[in-house]
C-alpha cells in the first residue's frame, strides 16, 4: 500500500486556497441525494453534522450518551488557539503554524498544521456568531491569555468551561438542523462496525443502547469524529465512556492506524487517591500560568512529609525545588506538557515526591496570591480551586495543590490524508480520532481549534469533492456487507455474554491499564515493552475466557458495553506497544529511554524516524504491517527542542 | 492520599436502589448493605464497588448515567435521600464524595422523577425532551462561514459574564426532578436568557422564547409556582433571575409577536 497524503502543490501559504478551488463542488439541488454518516457528535462531529447539513446534505449522526450535549469535549477547561494576533503580541498565522509544528517535535505533516493555523481565525468568528460567552475585556473586546507554553496570548476562553461553551455553540448550530430536518439524531446509539461496499465505506452497523437491538445505516460517506484512545489506561482525564471501538473497527475494516505510541500525558492533574479510583482529574495547565511548581530539594524532607512529621508550610523556602524555573530558565513553569511530565517523574522517582504515595508535586499560588490578592486568582480560576476543594477536602488558597501527571490526550489515531480521509475511501476521520496535527506532543488549547476546524471548515469541502465524483444510487440495508457485518457484531456480543467467567469487566481494563502505563507511559524501553507485549496478550486471552458479562443483549446493558469496549482496548494495547517499541527515537510524548541526551531531554532521531507509522491490521495476534509516511520540512528548521 | 483526612474511616452502608427492568415495568427499592467504604471515594465510585460486587456474583448491576465525572457533562442524575445529586449544595452526583455521609447511613438512591423523564431503567431516564426544547430554539441562525470578524461586536464585561453565568447550565435536569411540579422553567430560561443578552441573539428572541416555551409545554413539565427548589438545588447555581427575564422576554414576545408559524 502507497500512502498518498495528497498534499497540494505550491507554496504552503497557498495550498489551501488552492485546493479549494481545485476540489470539485455537489450541485446544490444534488445535495440532498446524499447521505452523510456522521459518528460522535463532540466538537469535530456536531461541527460536521451541522455544517453538512446546512449545506444540503442528508445528515445521520451518532453518539453514545444520551444527548450531543454531553461528548467529552465538555470537559476541556483552558482554552482555543487561533491566530487572530488581537494582543498585538507578534503573532500570526506563521507563527502559529510553526509553535505547532515544533511543539509536536517535528512528527506532524507541515501542510496540514498551516491549514489548521489559517483557519483557526475562522472558529473564533463563527463560536463568537453563534453566541458562545468567551472571556472579554472591559472594553468588550475578546480577552486572551498565553496557554501551554506559547509565548503569545493567544488562548481564548470561557472562564474553565471553554470545552463547555464551544460544545454547546456547536450543539445549538447541529440542533438547528435537527429542527430543519437535515439532521437526523441517534443519540444513545453505538457503532460498532464499519461496512465496506467495493472497496469504499458506505455505512455502518450500531447497537441501540436502550433497546440493544443491532441496526445498519447506509450512507455515501462516513465521517468518525469518536474522540481518543487514553482510556485504553483505564485512568485518565477522559469521561469514563472515552473509548477506541468505532476507529478500532474501521482500521480491523482496512483503515490504517497512525502513531499509536504518541500518548499525552498531561502534567497537571489531581493524583491517584486509591484503588477504587475511577478516573483522573485534570487542572487546567493555564494554573501553570500563576502556580510554581516545586518538590522538596532533598529526599530527606520529603520523607519527612510523606510521614507526616512536618507539613509544607514547615519547609523554608530555600528548602524548596522550583524544579521547572531552575532547569529551564526561559520557559520556566510553562514548559511543553511533555517535558513537566516527564521532569514530575524525574523528582518522584528521585524520591522527592509528595503526598503519601510520593507520587506528587506541588503546584504553589502563594506567590501569586501575595502579587494579586485572593479575589483575582479566585476570578481567574476559582472553578478550579473549587473542583480540586471538592474531590481531596483541601484548601488550595491555604496550602498548595497536588499535582501529578496523568493521561490525558492521544495524538495517534486514523491515518488520513490532507483531505481527513482515512485509507478507506468514502471513510474520514476528524478531531482527536485521527492523527493527523499533533505530532508527538500536542500543545495546549489546539484540540479544540483541530476538532472545530475539522468540523466546520474542511470536512465540508474535502467531502463534497468526494461526493461529487460519485453516482447517488444508495446501497440497502439488507446488502450482504450490511447483513455480514450485522452477524459479527450480534455473534461478538453474543460471545462476550456467553463466557460467564469469574472476573469483572473492569477487573481487566484496571490490569490492563496498569500493563500501559508502567511500560508504555511516560517512559518507555525495549525490554519493558516487549515484556508488556507478551503481559497483554496473555491478559486478552484470559479476557476472552473468563471475563464475566451479566443480563442480556436485548436490553439496556452497561456491562456489555463496556466489555465490547475494553476487548477493543486489548488489541489497540498491543499495537500501541509495537509502535513503541518500533520508533527507537524519543519525540514529545513519546520517551524512549534508549534516546536521552545526556540531561535527560528527548533525543530525536530524524535521520531514521521522520515518518508517521502507519499501521495494517492483519488479524488479532498477527504481527501488524508497518506504512511509512515520510515527513518533508520545508518552512520549518528541524532543531532539537530546546526550553532552557 | 489526596484525600485529605487520613483518619477517615471505612464506613458501612445501607443503600435502597430504585431497580426497574425497564420503562413498562413496575420498580421497586432494592436493599444492598455496602461494607468499608472509603470516605475519599466519589458517590459514583461507590457504586462502581457494588456492581462490581453483583457482577461476581451473578446479579444485574445497577444501570446509572455518568460519563465525565468532573461536574460538567451534565450526565449523572441520581436522587439521593430525597435530593436532586445529594446533601452537598452546588455538586453534581458525580463530584459528591462519600466523606458526606457517616458510618451506619441508610442512604436511598432514586431516578429523576418527572412524567417528562420517564424510566429506561434503574436510574437511568429519558430526558430526550431537553434536546428538543432547544431544537425548539436554542439556537442562533448562523451557517458556517460569512460571519463578521469576532471583534466586530464589542459586548460590554458585565453583559459578557452575564450570558457566560446563564450559558454554564449542564442540562442535567436537576431542576426538574427538585421541582414538586417537575417544571423544566430553570433550563429553559438559562437558555433564553443567555441568548437575549448577547447582541448575536437579539434578532430571534421574541420567536426564540415563545417556541422554547411551547415546546416545554408540550413535553409536559409542569408549571412553575415559585417554590425556588430548582435553583436551590442547581449544582452550578444558575438563577431565578433567568425566570424573571425570561418571563418578560415572553410577556414582550407575546405583545408583539413574530411567531408567524
Ligand atoms: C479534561 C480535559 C480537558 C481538556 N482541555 C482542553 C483545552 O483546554 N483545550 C484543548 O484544546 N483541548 C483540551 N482537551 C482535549 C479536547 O477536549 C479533546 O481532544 C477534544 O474535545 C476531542 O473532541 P472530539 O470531537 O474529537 O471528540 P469527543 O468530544 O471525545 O467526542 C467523541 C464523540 O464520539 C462519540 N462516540 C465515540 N465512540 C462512539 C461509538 N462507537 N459510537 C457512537 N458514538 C461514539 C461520543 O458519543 C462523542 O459524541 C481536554 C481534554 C480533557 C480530557
Ligand atoms: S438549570 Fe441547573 S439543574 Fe437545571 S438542567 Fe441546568 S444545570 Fe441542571
Ligand atoms: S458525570 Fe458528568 S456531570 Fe456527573
Not at chain 1, 317 to 329: H, V
Not at chain 1, 493 to 510: A, C, P, Y
Not at chain 2, 43 to 61: A, H, I, K, T, Y
Request: charged residues 25%.
Amino acid at each position: 500500500m502507497i500512502l498518498d497524503s495528497k498534499i497540494p502543490e505550491g507554496p504552503i501559504a497557498e495550498k489551501w486556497d488552492k485546493h479549494k478551488f481545485d476540489v470539485k463542488l455537489v450541485n446544490p439541488a444534488n445535495k440532498r441525494k446524499y447521505e452523510i454518516i456522521v459518528v460522535g457528535t463532540g466538537l469535530a462531529g456536531a461541527s460536521a453534522a451541522a455544517t453538512l447539513g446546512e449545506l444540503g446534505y442528508n445528515v445521520k449522526a451518532f453518539c453514545f450518551q444520551d444527548s450531543p450535549r454531553r461528548a467529552h469535549s465538555i470537559a476541556a477547561q483552558g482554552g482555543i488557539n487561533a491566530a487572530k494576533n488581537y494582543q498585538n503580541d507578534g503573532d500570526s498565522v506563521f507563527r502559529l503554524f510553526y509553535d505547532t509544528v515544533k511543539g509536536g517535535d517535528y512528527r506532524s505533516r507541515e501542510a496540514n498544521v498551516y491549514r489548521l493555523a489559517q483557519v483557526s481565525v475562522n472558529i473564533i468568528d463563527q463560536c463568537v456568531a453563534q453566541g458562545v460567552p468567551f472571556a472579554r475585556d472591559y472594553g468588550g473586546l475578546l480577552a486572551n491569555r498565553s496557554f501551554g507554553g506559547a509565548q503569545v496570548s493567544r488562548t481564548f476562553y470561557a472562564r474553565g468551561q471553554t470545552g463547555q461553551q464551544l460544545l454547546l455553540g456547536a450543539y445549538s448550530a447541529l440542533n438547528r438542523q435537527i429542527a430543519y430536518g437535515k439532521v437526523k439524531m441517534f443519540p444513545r446509539t453505538e457503532m460498532l462496525d464499519l461496512v465496506v461496499v467495493d472497496g469504499k465505506a458506505r455505512g455502518i452497523v450500531v447497537r441501540n443502547l436502550i433497546t440493544g437491538q443491532i441496526e445498519s445505516h447506509s450512507a455515501h460517506a462516513v465521517v468518525l469524529a469518536t474522540g481518543g484512545y487514553g482510556n485504553v489506561f483505564f485512568l485518565s482525564t477522559n469521561a469514563m465512556g472515552s473509548n477506541v471501538t468505532a476507529a478500532w473497527r474501521a482500521h480491523k475494516k482496512g483503515a490504517l492506524f497512525a502513531n499509536p505510541c504518541f500518548t499525552q500525558i498531561h502534567p497537571t492533574c489531581i493524583p491517584v487517591s486509591g484503588e477504587y479510583q475511577s478516573k483522573l482529574t485534570l487542572m487546567s495547565e493555564s494554573l501553570r500560568n500563576d502556580g510554581r511548581v516545586w518538590v522538596p530539594k532533598t529526599v530527606e524532607i520529603a520523607q519527612r512529609l510523606r510521614k507526616g512529621e512536618i507539613t509544607v508550610n514547615d519547609i523554608a523556602e530555600e528548602d524548596r525545588d522550583y524544579y521547572l524555573e531552575r532547569k529551564y530558565p526561559a520557559f520556566g513553569n510553562l514548559v511543553p506538557r511533555d517535558v513537566a511530565s516527564r521532569n514530575a517523574k524525574l523528582v518522584c522517582d528521585e524520591g522527592r515526591g509528595v503526598g503519601s504515595s510520593g507520587l506528587a508535586v506541588y503546584l504553589d499560588f502563594a506567590d501569586a496570591i501575595k502579587r494579586e490578592g485572593q479575589p483575582a486568582i479566585a476570578a481567574k480560576y476559582g472553578n478550579l480551586f473549587e473542583m480540586y476543594a471538592k474531590i481531596t477536602d483541601e484548601n488550595p488558597y491555604a496550602r498548595p495543590m497536588r499535582i501529578y501527571p496523568a493521561v490525558h490526550y492521544t495524538m495517534g489515531g486514523l491515518w488520513v490524508d490532507y483531505n481527513l480521509m482515512t485509507t478507506v475511501p468514502g471513510l474520514y476521520a476528524a478531531g482527536e480520532c485521527n492523527f493527523s496535527d499533533h505530532g508527538a506532543n500536542r500543545l495546549g488549547a489546539s484540540a479544540l481549534m483541530q476538532g472545530l476546524a475539522d468540523g466546520y471548515f474542511v470536512l465540508p469541502y474535502t467531502i463534497g469533492d468526494y461526493l461529487a465524483k460519485m453516482p447517488s444510487d444508495k446501497v440497502p440495508t439488507n446488502h450482504p456487507a450490511f447483513l455480514e457485518a450485522e452477524q459479527a457484531v450480534a455473534a461478538k456480543n453474543n460471545k462476550l455474554l456467553s463466557i460467564n467467567g469469574t472476573r469483572t469487566v473492569d477487573e481487566f481494563h484496571k490490569e490492563l491499564g496498569l500493563i500501559m502505563w508502567d511500560y508504555c507511559g511516560m517512559a518507555r524501553n525495549a525490554e519493558g515493552l516487549t515484556h508488556a507485549k507478551q503481559e497483554i496478550r496473555k491478559l486478552r486471552d484470559e479476557f476472552w475466557r473468563n471475563v464475566k458479562v451479566t443480563g442480556v443483549g436485548e436490553e439496556l446493558n452497561q456491562t456489555l458495553e463496556r466489555a465490547n469496549r475494553v476487548a477493543d482496548f486489548f488489541e489497540l494495547g498491543e499495537l500501541m506497544v509495537d509502535d513503541a517499541l518500533n520508533r527507537n527515537e524519543s519525540c514529545g510524548g513519546h520517551f524512549r529511554e534508549e534516546s536521552q541526551t545526556p540531561e535527560n531531554e528527548a533525543l530525536r532521531d530524524d535521520e531514521n524516524y521522520a515518518y508517521v507509522a502507519a499501521w495494517e491490521f492483519t488479524g488479532v495476534g498477527n504481527e501488524a504491517i508497518l506504512h511509512k509516511e515520510d515527513l518533508e520540512f520545508e518552512n520549518v528548521k528541524l532543531t532539537q527542542r530546546s526550553y532552557k | 492520599m489526596a484525600g485529605s483526612n487520613p483518619n477517615a474511616k471505612p464506613m458501612d452502608l445501607t443503600l435502597k436502589v430504585w431497580r426497574q427492568k425497564n420503562r413498562e415495568t413496575a420498580g421497586q427499592l432494592v436493599t444492598y448493605p455496602m461494607k468499608g467504604i472509603s470516605p475519599d471515594m466519589s458517590f459514583l465510585e461507590m457504586l462502581d464497588v457494588l456492581n462490581d460486587d453483583l457482577s461476581v456474583r451473578g446479579e444485574e448491576p445497577i444501570a446509572f448515567d455518568h460519563d465525565c465525572r468532573e461536574g460538567i457533562c451534565g450526565m449523572c442524575s441520581l436522587f439521593i435521600n430525597g435530593r436532586a445529586h445529594g446533601p452537598e449544595r452546588g455538586t453534581t452526583t458525580c463530584q459528591l464524595h462519600m466523606r458526606h455521609f457517616n458510618d451506619g447511613d441508610t442512604i436511598t438512591i432514586e431516578p429523576w422523577r418527572a412524567a417528562a423523564f420517564p424510566v429506561h431503567k434503574d436510574l437511568v431516564v429519558d430526558r430526550s425532551a431537553f434536546d428538543r426544547i432547544q431544537q425548539a430554539g436554542g439556537y442562533i441562525s448562523v451557517n458556517t462561514g460569512g460571519v463578521p470578524d469576532a471583534n466586530e461586536i464589542p459586548i460590554p464585561k458585565i453583559i459578557a459574564d452575564k450570558a457566560f453565568d446563564a450559558a454554564t447550565c449542564i442540562g442535567c435536569g436537576a431542576c426538574v426532578a427538585a421541582c414538586k411540579n417537575a417544571s423544566a422553567i430553570l433550563f429553559v430560561s438559562a437558555k433564553v436568557s443567555q441568548m437575549s443578552m448577547l447582541p448575536q441573539g437579539k434578532t430571534e428572541r421574541k420567536t426564540r422564547v415563545e417556541n422554547m416555551v411551547a415546546q416545554m409545554d408540550i413535553e409536559g413539565f409542569g408549571s412553575c409556582t415559585n417554590t425556588g427548589a430548582c435553583a436551590a438545588e442547581c449544582p452550578v447555581g444558575i438563577s431565578l433571575e433567568n425566570i424573571n427575564m425570561m418571563r418578560r422576554e415572553f410577556i414582550s414576545a407575546k405583545a408583539t409577536s413574530e411567531n408567524l408559524a
